[in-house]
């Protein structure tokens, strides 16, 4: 990198933006060890406010809906999207821009819109709002993210790799079974924590289709940021943080690198 | 063939169901009418598009999209620096740089502004320390209000921008910017006529993320804004919720899905334009 | 000699572009034969037929007597070393080289005895538990090779396998490629556009163009009978005259020779044409001679060899002479 005014300026100016995207979430964890009651004065260092999070009924209850919708949501939505995957990156057939349309826009659609949507399907259909539709919710905004995730995995596979399987007398499970898969993993995986992630730190689409007993996580946060501020709130919107970040750390160590490979193939 | 239209399938049919139907049942909604009590009633009707070009509305509706177009300019000015920055970073530091900065866009909105709340608020952390300092007497309205709103929805969108154009700057041929040297041009014209031009399909698709997310935020209005923030997702929000006027509340959300998939639909046609002409080249090589 | 493959009849629609329009071809056993010609000729569309990667539009494929038109490639008794090698990168080369026994579900014992054979005869027993990424290209050729190699397949296609490799790789390959073949007694079928490569090691030479077969001989007959103007360009370098409408006449660099203009001992058939010396290329052991005929303009190559009575230098003036004999005529 060339060493002058020009790149220094650039390099404190993008760490200069990158504290601002820290800051606050900095902030957010420290306090949420701030012995104080009244937030902004520093009083001392407690787990308290963690500890009451433990002992919080209402809290452990929306963790628990939060971590079944997750898991379930997840498992569902990576093999309906790892199946939609293959059959994307494999096959052409005459539809294809059309389903891939259909695919990628539960992405490009606004958040509120598909919730909404959601919360009109099920009550013109009669159908109560809960944990199920949460689940149903969930399924259906994580998968296209772990299709794109999966596909992108597939994408950097070489087309030969399965014709040589055939070629070796491996029929098509068995090619799927010892060389698409395997290949795939990775990409399958990290859909699932990208689904995963998603569906544990969702507010918007859960917003709308929770039901009166269904709180999830974000949910409950929301309903205490409008009560009132309460160091509760600091302590489990960093907990989430947290969480989030070691998920997506992992799945990002599990995706296939775009500059190196690219690098490679030159 | 048959296989690949089996595997896809019950992916497409759940997005049909989940996804497809909801639309078009928000759609019908749309042109409904309510009881008194927020029964939907399905007679046909234009009235909630009507009520939507009402004087108040329409004055929402601008307000939201000029707050995503101004969203989108400074998310612009401060991500591109930033994503050219991470893509002149040594090879091995370029990856864990670039999830330095997708890492917040993974936590949600909420807690994001929630942040932003607990440092801007009377009793928050700016206000307090000023008071300590003495530099104020009383607590500054930090909250609460539209410059609080758009610094809290370039916080939550900026890393929809740098993303696209970091990908756009990592796929330009840096060989292109040797041969500008090699012909006379100084570093920043070098940037100017080679490097921005072809980064501008990375800046396009960024646009285009956030100003379509920008359109529909409710959370960031909600929390940062307050009662007195009016976009139009607080809008819809407040149809569904409070005012149980679904098939207003619908017709806004059409109106939002169309501008969304209109712009989406525009942009594809201008890559594709793009890619024509890079294709033609190649066929006739 | 006994007939190994058999194509009939075949043609090759993608969408609505006739890529082959008609093709019969039949391969012996233990044949080596090349599919020559330049890029999108078909030839290995045309493999990948045999292979089973493909399927013809219409038309039928043997293979040792048996129609296997519809068999899918798991059922096909070929192997194929691909293009890019193809090698299972999240196994080794052992484990890449035992997957088709595996799949066929050969013995434990028979498989490592055909393994460690195999191993052996491309020379890769030090690199058993490498990982592809770890190997050079080379070695990453010969592990294909070995793949398939492994299995016994009647016939063994090669898709321009020494493509990615360097000059002289290349040819040491072609050689150990050609006694490999000559060793085992096996039908190989091998797709380049490397005329050089096909001259170097083929039994047989298919020479295609546009989906079509131009000329099916031994190396040497095509080299010096080519049937066309398109194989007589495509082979070694050739200079043209129109005769008329219907014929060229065909004569190699290195029959063609140069005589000078005021030459007055004629012990060679008189010059057909003259011109002017316009470069003299150095080529290691031939000089190429460029030749601007009079009242044309055309240029014609003639070689001369560095031990030749006379080393040409531009602009003198000379005559072009050759033997009846040496030129071909050719169509079109």
């Known amino acids: 990198m060339k060493k002058n005014w020009r790149s220094s300026a650039l390099f404190a100016y993008s760490l200069a933006i990158l504290a601002f995207l820290y800051l606050p979430l900095l902030i957010l964890t420290l306090y949420s060890f701030n012995d104080s009651r009244i937030n902004a004065v520093w009083t001392g260092f407690t787990f308290k406010w963690y500890v009451a999070l433990l002992h919080n009924q209402r809290v452990l209850e929306a963790l628990t809906n939060s971590l079944m919708i997750a898991a379930v949501s997840t498992f569902v939505s990576t093999i309906l999207g790892t199946m939609a995957a293959l059959a994307l ?153 947290f969480a989030t970040i070691s998920l997506i750390i992992i799945a990002q160590v599990l995706q296939p690198q775009h500059t190196s490979s690219k690098k490679e193939k030159e | 063939m048959r296989k690949g239209k089996l595997l896809v399938a019950p992916a497409i049919s759940w997005l049909i169901f989940f996804f497809g139907v909801p639309m078009l049942i928000v759609i019908a909604v749309s042109f ?50 930033l994503a050219y920055c991470i893509s002149k970073l040594p090879h091995k530091w370029q990856q864990p740089g670039l999830i330095l900065v997708m890492i917040p866009f993974w936590i949600n909105f909420l807690i994001r502004s929630y942040a932003w709340v607990v440092i801007l608020r009377s009793q928050g952390l700016i206000n307090t320390l000023l008071l300590k300092l003495g530099w104020i007497v009383q607590p500054l309205p930090l909250l609460y209000n539209d410059y609080a709103v758009m610094l809290g929805m370039v916080y939550a969108l900026l890393p929809f921008m740098v993303l696209p154009i970091y990908v756009s700057i990592e796929q330009l041929d840096h060989r292109l910017l040797e041969a500008a040297s090699d012909l006379g041009a100084k570093p920043f014209t070098a940037f100017r006529k080679v490097t921005f031009p072809l980064t501008l399909p990375g800046v396009a698709a960024g646009s285009i993320l956030v100003f379509i997310s920008s359109l529909g935020m409710f959370v960031v209005p909600d929390v940062m804004g307050g009662a007195k923030s009016a976009l139009i997702g607080n809008l819809i929000q407040n149809q569904f919720l409070s005012a149980r006027d679904w098939p207003f509340g619908s017709a806004l959300s059409i109106v939002l899905a169309v501008l969304a998939l209109v712009l989406i639909v525009l942009y594809y046609k201008a890559i594709q334009k793009q890619e024509g002409g890079a294709n033609n080249e190649e066929k006739l090589a | 000699m006994k007939e190994m493959v058999r194509l009939q009849g075949i043609t090759k629609k993608f969408g609505n572009n006739l890529i082959i329009p008609h093709i019969d071809l039949t391969i012996a056993d233990g044949e080596f034969i090349t599919l020559l010609g330049p890029s999108g000729c078909g030839k290995t569309t045309l493999l990948r037929m045999i292979a089973g990667l493909e399927e013809p539009t219409s038309g039928q494929i043997f293979l040792d007597n048996e129609d296997v038109t519809t068999f899918a490639p798991y059922k096909r008794d070929v192997n194929m070393v691909f293009q890019n090698y193809a090698l299972f990168p999240h196994m080794n080369v052992e484990e890449n080289i035992r997957f088709g026994l595996l799949m066929k579900k050969v013995p434990k014992e028979k498989q490592n005895e055909r393994i460690d054979q195999v191993l052996y005869l491309t020379q890769l027993e030090d690199f058993r538990t490498r990982r592809p990424q770890q190997l050079s290209g080379g070695q990453q050729q010969r592990v294909a090779i070995a793949r398939a190699l492994v299995n016994n397949p009647k016939v063994l296609l090669l898709d321009e396998p020494l493509g990615a490799l360097d000059y002289q790789l290349r040819k040491n390959l072609q050689l150990e490629l050609k006694n490999l073949q000559r060793g085992l007694g096996l039908t190989f079928v091998y797709v380049t556009h490397d ?61 063609l020779n140069i005589c000078e203009e005021e030459e007055e001992n004629f012990l060679h058939p008189l010059p057909e044409y003259y011109g002017t010396v316009v470069d003299v290329v150095f080529y290691g052991t031939i000089d190429k001679v460029f030749v601007r005929l009079d009242n044309s303009n055309q240029t014609v190559v003639a070689y001369q060899y560095f031990d030749d009575v006379k080393r040409w230098s531009p602009d003198e003036r000379v005559g072009i002479w050759w033997y009846p004999q040496d030129a071909v005529s050719v169509k079109p």
């Open chain 1, 89 to 241: 990156n494999r096959y052409t057939y005459k539809y294809k821009a059309v389903i891939n349309g259909l695919l990628y826009l539960p992405i490009l659609i606004p958040e509120i819109v598909m919730g909404l949507s959601l919360l009109v399907l099920f009550s013109q259909t009669s159908v109560p709002l809960g944990k199920v539709t949460l689940i149903l919710a969930h399924i259906t905004f994580c998968l296209s993210f772990v299709i794109i995730t999966v596909n992108a995995r597939l994408e950097g596979m070489h087309k030969d790799l399965e014709q040589a399987a055939s070629d070796l007398y491996a029929t098509p499970w068995q090619t799927f079974r010892y060389i698409t898969f395997p290949l795939a993993l990775p990409g399958i995986v990290a859909g699932a924590l990208i689904a995963f992630t998603l569906s544990i730190d969702d507010f918007v689409i859960s917003f709308f289709v929770a039901g009166p007993n269904s709180t999830t996580l974000p949910l409950y946060v929301y309903a205490m940021v409008k009560r009132g501020i309460s160091p509760e709130i600091n302590a489990l919107s960093t907990v989430l943080m």
């Open chain 3, 195 to 255: 005329q050089e490569e096909a001259l170097t090691m083929s039994d047989r030479i298919v020479v295609m163009n546009a989906g079509r077969i131009e000329q099916d001989s031994t190396p040497d007959n095509i080299y010096h009978n080519p049937s066309s103007k398109f194989v007589a360009q495509f082979i070694g370098e050739s200079n043209f005259f129109d005769l008329d409408k219907e014929n060229v006449l065909a004569i190699r660099p290195e029959k």
């Open chain 2, 32 to 81: 409904a009418s309510r009881t008194p009590y927020g029964q939907v009633i399905f007679n046909f009707t234009l009235a909630n598009y009507q009520r939507f070009l009402e004087p108040l509305y329409i004055r929402i509706f601008v307000d939201t999209v000029f707050t995503a177009l101004l969203t989108t300019v400074i998310t612009f000015c401060l991500g591109y620096p």
